[in-house]
């Protein structure tokens, strides 16, 4: 699966938002300035710690939400939102529109797409289980503590991101990662 089908599913089939309504939302938004893009991001964390032998804490934690950056001449506008949501998009344009005011530029052209894949798009946080990894770090434990007998306190964690990002400029062209 692409990068592109990957964001897709994330941020239009989950959801509800019409990838249509989205574009034409950003185009309008950004008629008439340099340069702007929505940023799209959907990011999934987790992290086991393990303190003198026993695990201490462990915690999950998903988040998504855009932000929407438009330029003119020497000024920015951004607006962000944690709700992905077409009254969310609507509310962002019209903050960044704020930057337009008797401007009437030339979008630029869109970035080069000329990045190579360095990784799967494949999600691995979900790949090792929880017991799997306590036991990785009660292995660490035992090593730290084996290695020296005057280790008194070993500290181990675990921590993993995985992020999605789809970007959308006003001329409706899309890059993901």
Known sequence: MSNLAVTNELFFDRTGLDSGRVESIVGEALAGMDDGELFLEYSQSESVALDDGRIKSASFDTTQGFGLRAVADDAAGYAHASDLSEPALRRAAAAV??????????????PAGTNRMLYTDMNPLGAVDLTARAKLLADIDAYARARDARVRQVMASLSGVWQAVQIIRADGSRAAD
Not at 97 to 110: E, I, K, M, Q, S
Request: hydrophobic share 45%; net charge positive.
């Open 97 to 110: 529109r704020a930057v337009a005011t008797g401007h009437h530029g030339t979008l630029a052209a869109p």
